[in-house]
């Protein structure tokens, strides 16, 4: 056991927790938001709002009541399409507020947490001893 | 690079390995596992405790009394939890900093002791597990350690940075190996090589940190795993494409893709890059054979659906249509092309697919044969740029047809698939090692897989390196498995390697020293009255076996010069017995059939045939023996060409393109050339020529070119039978006689007389020992079955030969 390593440990910790730690913290709060993004395809769904649901398009080429039937089944394609996207571009908008909030949380409770962390364990070790 | 300096750049890891002087790294997460139960145990007493307070749980009153403290454990054990997660946050933090040393050679260069830097490398933690890699046990350099060595100090080191610039553990090693005589002793009395002692340490260290990296979940590339959600609702239905393409994830090559990967990591990252680029680019794969190539795509496909891929390629699906079945069963010029641009047009609609065509240039050929212009069709869907195209082909059928065929290559980047060879073929068996044994409870050592990278390379020639060494190791470790063994070590590959081949590979063992000791014995009690020749074929092979050989060649040949029958072939016959274990690892050509002007294609077969040539496919199926030619002398100069290059480099070009190694033969190659020089000297009465007259005669009479001579490790002359020794052959002829015909229950008697008349036989110049076993088979067993047929003998009874005045023999009881 390296006695001084041990010692030196917690304020070493400290100092890298309020420095270097918080702003991987933040970086990975950044990160997240990228993570909803890419998990969500957000910008995808954003990009083809309009396009008919996986392609699917009539391309029948015939008489008048033809052409209606094609541009009625084509319309529907797009309504699913925009609904299903609708939904998913609400999950992730979903997902972007837990991100914002869930980080936000994060990051106040990194900047508490040793001092959290102290107050748990004595109020545990106090309670263990009552 | 010195010490000082090393340690400078150490410096941004100090905290990380401070920690890790605290407690290792496995400690703290055998930790952090004990914790996390402890959180969840406390936790559920604590919920029990709550409900029994309320009156639901009354079995559990007792814990109401203990309810505070149990709150108080759940806090204690909760916030030691937090702490130590905080802490691995903090490790990891300084463990993935970058600088000109990476972590592993930092933390031992910091914690190091300054006088023994030697005593530290062994000692780590890393240093041990490498150790075990090398099949060593723990308390062997323990004890090295501990002994009365001189130390080298941390100062005297000079440290060469890796070829990316970086240093790491393996370069430490290699200074210190340097460096310390001592520690170079120790190894050369564990018999370990240098090249094992370093690549130890660099796969001990490449593990732990590809096992570091997968820990960290939240760093960007292994949050990008993750699939996206409804990624395929942008993506338009291929129900045209799926008629004709299959989804590359139902072909086999898929399965193994993460082996591919490995193998050719070059090709499959460029294609991934070509692929991803967006901007229309296409890719055209060629490797040796064409299922590399579509490994590689395989590979590609894989990380594209796992979200390892390059932005651009993520989630699209692989379709694979085998254009040349497509045009082979179609029945029309017609259905062919609309089959093939409604398909290609449909995936291009889709927007997330990439077409992977195979058969490429049967499609080319069957296309042309109904008069449709596949390239122009597939240049169509390339000018349209909306759909990512890749092409594969084995290299011969793209030499042959893809390559004249300029236009088809437009718009395609190619792509060569090379096989993995030497450090990444051993790097590549490495990462195998670990994958394979995940399950088995195998353990490699370092030895083993630089025996399986050598082996792959020295014994199984045919096929891509990289399936042979996978199959190779998968051999190894089911058989050490199979025994209820958990270390697999160098002998169980060569054993791996026997077992496929035949052949003996790695150090001599045991029974194949006897053997080799024994060899002249064993010649000898075949090969009468030919000493010299018979010590000259052992020495040779013993030369061979030792590793004095030539890697790069057969792995001995011989010319045997001499009259007929005087011991030629018998003695090849008689090494492929006493060392290869039988005559059946011979494999005989006799090149009086190989004279004419198609000897080459009866060789190595015949451009477009589907069979293979003599040569090839016995070399292919034996793979390792005795490659007997019989009466070179008399093969066409296109088949002695043949032979020159076999004994030049060990392999040769068979009609297919495909390379065929006798790296694994011993070849001789027998020929009369030169015997008419010993019956002149017997008829004249002079001395028996010399070596080098007959190697004269042979070549002056244009029976061998004096290069194809030099290429033979040996050229050894067998004398014509002296009186004595052909007595010796008539007796060993007698001796099989009499054992053919004691298994039928006669007993023969080898009288003098019978002795004399087969020896007698051998006189004859034109076939030598040949006469004597026409005698013994023709004229003895004959008199022999008439007698048995004669009801004169009956089984149990003994037999007498007899040679009677005008020369016949009648057989007849003793």
């Known amino acids: 056991m390296h006695l ?22 933040l970086a990975l709060w950044g990160r997240s938001f990228r993570f909803v993004t890419e998990l969500t395809a957000v910008r995808l769904h954003l990009r083809t709002f309009f396009s008919p649901f996986q392609r699917i398009e009539d391309h029948e080429r015939g008489g008048i009541e033809d052409r209606l039937a094609s541009s009625a089944a084509n319309a529907m394609m797009r309504v699913v399409g925009i609904v299903a996207r609708t939904c998913a571009i609400a999950f992730a908008l979903g997902c972007y507020i837990v991100a914002a909030v869930g980080g936000l949380i994060t990051i106040a409770a990194w900047l508490l947490l040793p001092a959290a962390l102290a107050a748990t364990l004595s109020l545990g070790f106090i309670a263990l001893t009552r | 690079m010195t010490f000082p300096e090393l340690l400078r750049l150490a410096d941004p890891f100090k905290p990380a390995a401070t920690l890790e002087r605290l407690e290792s790294y496995e400690a703290r997460h055998r930790a952090m596992r004990i914790l996390a139960w402890a ?75 300054r006088e023994d830097f030697t005593g530290s490398l062994l000692r780590s933690r890393l240093g041990r597990y490498a150790f075990l890699r090398l099949g060593i046990p723990r308390d062997e350099p323990a004890e090295f350690l501990k002994s009365d060595r001189e130390r080298c100090p941390a100062a005297s080191l000079a440290i060469n940075p890796g070829e990316d610039g970086i240093c790491s553990l393996a370069e430490l090693a290699e200074s210190a190996h340097r460096q310390d005589g001592g520690l170079r002793r120790f190894l050369e009395q564990k018999a370990i090589r240098a ?37 395929t609702w942008a993506y338009g239905q291929v129900f045209s494409l799926e008629r004709v393409a299959t989804p590359i994830a139902n072909h086999a090559a898929y399965a193994h893709a993460e082996e591919a990967a490995r193998a050719f990591a070059p090709a499959v990252s460029r294609v991934e890059e070509i692929l991803a680029a967006g901007d229309g680019g296409n890719a055209f794969v060629v490797a040796p054979e064409a299922a590399a190539a579509f490994a590689v795509v395989a590979a590609v496909a894989r990380r594209a659906d796992r979200g390892d891929a390059r932005p651009g390629l993520e989630g699209r699906r692989f379709y694979v249509l085998d254009a040349g079945s497509l045009a082979s069963t179609v029945g029309s010029r017609d259905e062919f092309e609309v089959a093939i641009r409604r398909a290609l047009n449909q995936a291009a609609m889709a927007g997330d697919t990439v077409v992977v065509l195979t058969a490429v240039a049967s499609a080319i050929e069957a296309a042309r044969a109904f008069g449709s212009d596949f390239t122009a069709i597939i240049q169509e869907a390339v000018a349209a740029r909306g759909l990512p195209l890749v092409a594969i082909e084995s290299r011969k059928a793209f030499h042959d047809t893809v390559e004249p065929d300029r236009d088809l290559m437009r718009g395609f980047e190619r792509v060569v698939v090379e096989s993995p060879e030497g450090v990444a073929l051993l790097r590549f068996v490495e990462e195998e090692a670990d994958r394979a044994f995940s399950g088995s409870g195998v353990f490699a050592t370092v030895q083993a897989v630089f025996a399986v990278a050598e082996d792959t390379r020295r014994y199984l020639e045919d096929g891509a390196p990289e399936d042979r060494s996978a199959d190779l190791l998968r051999a190894a470790v089911a058989a050490v498995a199979s025994a209820g063994r958990h270390v697999l070590n160098a002998e169980d590959v060569h054993a791996a390697v026997k077992a496929i081949t035949g052949i003996s590979a790695g150090e001599v063992g045991v029974d194949e020293r006897g053997r080799l000791a024994r060899l002249e014995a064993e010649l000898t009690e075949r090969v009468v009255g030919q000493e010299a020749a018979v010590t000259a074929v052992a020495e040779a092979v013993r030369r061979s076996r030792a590793g004095l050989a030539a890697s790069d060649r057969p792995t001995a040949s011989f010319l045997f010069l001499g009259p007929t029958g005087v011991g030629k072939t018998e003695t090849a016959k008689a090494l492929a017995a006493a060392y290869f274990g039988g005559e059946d690892r011979m494999v005989r050509l006799d090149m009086s059939e190989f004279s004419g002007g198609d000897a080459l294609g009866k060789l190595i077969g015949f451009p477009g045939s589907e069979r293979q040539g003599l040569l090839s496919s016995a070399l ?53 050339a030169g015997a008419n020089l010993y019956y002149e000297a017997l008829s004249t009465g002079a001395p028996s020529p010399s070596r080098d007259a007959i190697v004269a005669a042979a070549v002056r009479d244009g029976s061998f070119s004096p290069e194809l001579m030099n290429r033979f490790d040996g050229v050894i002359c067998f004398a014509p039978l002296s009186v004595e020794s052909r007595k010796g052959v008539a007796a060993t002829l007698l001796r099989k006689a009499a054992k053919k015909l004691a298994e039928k229950s006669y007993r023969l008697l080898v009288t003098e007389p019978l002795l004399q008349f087969v020896a007698k036989a051998g006189e004859d110049r034109a076939f030598g020992a040949r006469a004597m076993r026409r005698a013994v088979e023709g004229q003895i067993e004959s008199a022999v079955a008439d007698a048995i047929v004669a009801g004169e003998v009956k089984p149990g009874d003994s037999l007498q030969v007899e040679v009677e005045p005008g020369g016949k023999l009648t057989a007849k009881r003793a």
Do not use: M
């Open chain 1, 4 to 25: 001084g390593d041990a010692i030196a440990l917690p304020f070493r910790y400290l100092a890298w927790h309020y420095s270097r730690g918080f702003v991987e913290a």
């Open chain 2, 39 to 113: 959180v969840f145990a406390v936790l559920a007493l604590v919920g029990l405790a709550a409900l029994a307070e309320y009156g639901w749980l009354p079995a559990f009153a007792t814990l109401v009394e203990q309810s505070t403290r149990l709150r108080g454990l759940f806090l204690v054990v909760f916030s030691l939890w937090v702490a130590a997660h905080c802490l691995e946050a903090y490790f990891f933090s300084y463990y993935f900093r970058k600088a000109r040393v990476d972590y592993d050679a930092a933390a031992i260069a910091i914690l190091s002791d």
């Open chain 2, 195 to 231: 090249d094992h002692f370093l690549e130890a340490f660099a796969w001990v260290s490449r593990e732990e940190r590809s096992l570091r990296e997968r820990a960290a979940w939240w760093r960007a590339e292994n949050l990008a795993r993750v699939p996206s959600i409804g990624r």
């Open chain 2, 620 to 672: 292919r199926e034996k793979r390792g023996g005795l490659l007997l030619i019989d009466e070179i002398e008399k093969a066409s100069k296109a088949a002695r060409d043949l032979f020159l290059q076999i004994l030049d480099e060990g392999r040769f070009t068979d009609a297919e393109g495909e390379k065929v190694s006798a790296k694994n033969f011993v070849v001789v190659a027998t020929s009369n």
